[in-house]
């Protein structure tokens, strides 16, 4: 007999989930491998972009060889052609993921999670397409998928929470000091290797004729979508359904943030719809099974309201990423619904199948997010440039051309605006590759407006704030001895801080109507901050919280000192013409004559 059956069970059960998965475990492995590495590494080591991308296919290969994996262990194929498939789609995977900027940007990563999203829902149906197709083992098969994600994600929790507890146990009890990201790199481990190596165990045999999938739907399941989830819903259907009708008696528009809740409730309500699948028709449901039978005629009128909100919204301001989405997961839930209506005996792995597609068609080409979002905003700023040609814009109008401008700058950077800026912003482009909204707007002969300004207040404030890069940025102090920072709200006060030439200095700060007296040891310069910034127009009147890449100075000299203050941030408001401080803070670089 054996002295350690648990043990020898728990190795049995990791070397046949190796030997099912091996792709799998590798590229979790390197995952976790690899995050480790992340958090090691210097803030600005160059090989930081190099690992962040690997990490990111890893996590993508891992979801995408399991796609793979299933579909060929359904369909009883070689396992050189499954390890071929895998390796070629991971290959397409990982150039994919290369081909983003070095500092990935937003868009970018919403790519790298709507694909992420496609290969977890080709996960759901990669084993029933070579087979053929049955129901309830289809949702046998992802209800079992979707219960073990959270098992494993409960026993990766408690047995993190106990070796982190052990080890600080350790720590209290005998003094022993461990590595400092000790506990970062066990969470790692867990989550990464662990977690994965649980969830992969409990994947079921989808070709198994000893132990097929047979339908089995948990009575606590059923409660809770009866008694709770159903009921919700129909209330925010109800309450979806009276707004669409207040609309219609008053004529008003829908509130643009209408078509998130409609979404949501839609495919929430798909979701329960799905939930309640094997037993809606049965005796005894009768709740489940009104349900079933309305629930894709109620929607109609939704999606009209839903197209409506949105169509209208991009009718205003064009596409964006987000208008994008909404509008595709749109014409996605008309599609749904026709095929629910339409066919007597609707497959449920419709859903997944039409979703996973729309996700594919909306990640690369010219129909993608990433390209539409791109030509419409382009479009949008060339026609606004032939529209006013130099002529004042409304408040309204600058706010609208400062929202597109930043979102050009922002996702595909300054150089995708010159070719359709009829030669304004060239000059700017060949003195900094990488300015601030604010410089560009004034090339374009107009003023920035923040999405957050409104009319009414832009004469009753100020706001600067500097952005200064410091990667890779090295200062000239020359001709200055030592540097610190003063701030309105923060008193300064350093005795003896430093010594120069054997002369030990002191430095304090002492508040003034005007400003500050900065005291240095018995000496006193005034610092006469508020007349700088009411005499200095680079201070603009107005409600604009963007940042400048104009750099704000003041130099101030005695017989002593030569003092630069930098001005980093200041803002206020504006009385009778008046600017008033109410925050501000400058760099101080102080020189000492000889």
């Keep these: 007999m054996s002295r350690l059956p648990s043990l020898q069970n728990v190795l049995k059960a990791i070397q046949k989930t190796v030997l099912r998965f091996p792709l799998e475990i590798t590229a979790t492995i390197a995952g976790t491998i690899l995050a480790i590495i992340l958090n090691e590494i210097e803030y600005n080591n160059p090989n930081k972009e190099l690992y962040q991308k690997a990490l990111m296919s890893c996590s993508l290969c891992l979801v995408l060889f399991l796609a793979v994996s299933l579909f060929f262990l359904s369909s009883n194929k070689k396992k050189i052609l499954r390890f071929i498939t895998s390796l070629i789609l991971g290959s397409l995977v990982v150039i994919f993921i290369f081909s983003f900027k070095e500092n990935i940007t937003d868009t970018e990563f919403q790519q790298f999670f709507v694909l992420n999203l496609v290969l977890h829902l080709l996960v759901s149906f990669a084993g029933f397409l070579p087979k053929k197709y049955n129901q309830d083992e289809f949702w046998e098969f992802n209800k079992q998928l979707f219960l073990r994600i959270l098992t494993s994600g409960l026993y990766s929790a408690v047995l993190y929470c106990g070796l982190a507890l052990a080890i600080l146990a350790v720590e209290k009890l005998f003094n022993f000091e461990f590595y400092n990201n000790i506990y970062l790199y066990i ?24 132990v097929s999938l047979q339908l089995n739907y948990p009575k606590g399941l059923k409660n809770f979508t009866q008694y709770v989830l159903l009921p919700l819903i129909s209330l925010y259907l109800v309450i979806l359904i009276c707004y669409e009708a207040k609309i219609l008696l008053t004529l008003s528009l829908p509130v643009g943030w209408v078509s998130y809740l409609v979404l949501a409730f839609s495919i929430t309500g798909i979701l329960s719809f799905l939930l309640v699948h094997p037993i809606a028709n049965e005796n005894g449901n009768l ?308």
């Design 187 to 210: 969470f790692f481990t867990i989550a990464g290797i662990f977690n994965t190596l649980f969830f992969l165990n409990g994947v079921p045999e989808i070709n198994n004729h000893e």
């Design 287 to 594: 709740w489940m099974r009104t349900f079933s039978r309305w629930f894709y005629f109620l929607l109609i009128p939704l999606l009209a309201l839903l197209f409506w909100a949105i169509l209208y919204r991009i009718n205003l301001y064009g596409f964006t990423h987000e208008r994008y989405y909404v509008l595709l997961l749109s014409v996605w839930l008309t599609v749904v619904v026709g095929y629910f209506l339409i066919q007597k005996h609707p497959k449920i792995k419709f859903i997944p199948i039409s979703m996973c597609l729309a996700g594919l068609f909306s990640i690369a080409g010219p129909q993608s997010a990433d390209s539409v979002s791109k030509y419409s905003q382009l479009s949008r700023f060339e026609n606004y440039l032939n529209k006013t040609d130099g002529k004042k814009l409304t408040f309204e109008e600058e706010q609208q051309l400062s929202s597109i401008v930043y979102f050009l700058e922002r996702n595909y950077g300054f150089e995708v605006l010159l070719p359709y800026a009829d030669k304004k912003l060239d000059a700017l482009y060949k003195k900094d590759k990488d300015p601030g909204i604010n410089e560009i707007m004034e090339n374009l002969g107009y003023e920035y407006q923040s999405e957050y300004a409104r009319k009414d207040d832009l004469k009753d404030s100020f706001s600067y704030y500097f952005y200064e890069n410091n990667e890779n940025n090295v200062d000239n102090i020359h001709g200055y001895d030592f540097i610190f920072t003063l701030s309105k709200g923060n008193a300064f006060e350093c005795s003896n801080c430093i010594a120069i030439d054997n002369v030990s200095y002191s430095v304090k700060a002492i508040k003034k109507d005007y400003g500050q007296d900065l005291q240095i040891n018995q000496d006193i310069i005034p610092l006469e901050i508020n007349d700088f910034v009411n005499s200095n127009s680079k201070f603009k009147i107005g409600n604009d919280y963007s940042d400048s890449r104009e750099k704000i100075e003041q130099k101030i000299e005695n017989s002593k000192y030569t003092i630069l203050l930098t001005y980093i941030l200041a803002n206020g408001k504006v009385e009778d013409n008046k600017k008033i401080l109410e925050n501000y803070q400058v760099k101080v670089m102080v020189g000492i004559k000889k």
